[in-house]
């Protein structure tokens, strides 16, 4: 056989297994399949325009995230997600990112090394230190998520970060995913204050390899997630700028 060909084939069931995977969480995570709806292999071949392999192999990806399951009739089923397992997930990531920045700390790292993370932080008291516009709320989350990002970095431990991954996959556990809502339903600046504060902290203990300090601040700094989550969850409009709101079963709904 041809080893050029297989390989081509390899790359075209790949690139397409891609497509059905970003194609099929999309309407997932917009409600096009509620909970519980079931996803057979060859409705989604129908839906999606791609073969039967990466029609599965993508639902099977979303499986590994843990937005679908399988069915018992076959296929897979969306997931739905109580307000505790929204909770409990936020606390694994919690966990997980606390872990990070004791692995940071302990590496003992220079102030050379440390230089983009203390950036980030000068960037965010920079537009604390204005009046909170309309965009404040989605600006501050891209520096938030940057600065989540650069302290897994600095951890250096990919193990760690093949799991972090997996947490955020839920769209509503990822580090800046509730921001907007909280928005909403909360003081924004009084809130980006008090997390930024904590950003300023985790690196201090980080900067003097302080571990377990590291880890207690950041586990606290991730719970800020949860917090109001109740009254996000209450309130249609705060509802709707959680991603992935569709898949999550609050009271009015779960009837």
């Known amino acids: 056989m041809d080893t050029r060909l297989t390989e081509g084939r390899l790359d075209r069931v790949g690139v397409q297994t891609m497509k059905a995977y970003a194609a099929l969480r999309g309407l997932i995570l917009d409600g096009q399949f509620p909970p519980g709806a079931r ?9 999606l325009g791609v073969s039967r392999t ?13 937005l679908v399951e399988p ?22 990531r919690a966990t997980l990112e606390g872990l990070a920045a004791r692995l940071a700390a302990e590496r003992r790292l220079t102030s050379t090394q440390l230089e983009p993370l203390r950036q980030s ?11 909170p516009g309309k965009d404040a709320a989605k600006l501050y989350a891209a520096m938030n998520d ?9 951890a250096d431990c990919e193990p760690l970060s093949r799991q972090l991954e997996r947490a955020s996959a839920l769209p509503f556990a990822a580090p800046s995913a509730l921001i907007p809502a909280r928005a909403r339903v909360s003081d924004l600046h009084a809130m980006l204050i008090v997390a930024h504060d904590q950003h300023q ?3 201090e203990a980080v900067e003097r390899h302080e571990g377990t300090r590291a880890e207690s601040l950041m586990r606290e700094h991730t719970r800020l997630a ?23 079963r609050v009271p009015e709904r779960a009837a």
């Open 201 to 203: 902290s985790v690196y």
């Open 39 to 47: 996803l057979s292999e060859m409705a989604m071949v129908r839906r």
């Open 121 to 131: 932080i000068a960037s965010i008291s920079d537009l604390i230190a204005q009046p």
């Open 146 to 154: 940057r600065f989540h990002a650069l302290l897994l970095n600095l």
């Open 54 to 66: 990466p029609a599965r192999m993508a639902m099977v990806r979303l499986k590994e995230e843990g």
């Open 71 to 92: 069915a018992s009739s076959g296929g897979f089923s969306v997931r739905g997600f109580t307000e505790l397992e929204v909770l409990a997930a936020i606390e694994i």
């Open 226 to 248: 949860s917090r109001n989550l109740a009254r996000v969850l209450s309130n249609p409009e705060a509802l709707a700028l959680v991603p992935g709101w569709p898949l999550i």
